[in-house]
């Protein structure tokens, strides 16, 4: 959800804080128990598959029509399969 809300891609770094962050009266990254940032790019590759991709430590989806294929909505056909994808809205994601 957080790739699919971004307005622009975002650092390997920024979906590790977005992923981690805590009520941080500071504003500072202390304490949110961030990983490396070659174990939370495997783990995000791993996590994701084939949807995401890294490139110059930058998230992307692999393709438009990957993000494509998340956000399609199809009213009146029923639920949609797997159950997961019937709460990636633009709207959830914000």
Not at 14 to 43: K, T, Y
Not at 70 to 81: A, D, H, V, Y
Request: proline content about 4%; overall charge negative; hydrophobic content about 40%.
């Amino acid at each position: 959800k957080i790739v699919l809300a971004a307005a622009r891609p975002l650092t390997l770094r920024e979906v590790n804080i977005a992923l981690n962050i805590l009520d941080c009266h500071n504003g500072s990254d202390h304490g949110l128990g961030l990983q490396n940032v070659n174990g939370f790019r495997s783990w995000i590759l791993d996590a994701c598959k084939y949807f995401l991709d890294v490139y110059h430590g930058r998230v992307y989806f692999i393709h438009q029509t990957a993000k494509d294929f998340l956000l399609e909505n199809s009213p009146g056909n029923g639920p949609r399969e797997p159950d997961w994808l019937g709460d990636l809205t633009m709207a959830a994601c914000h």
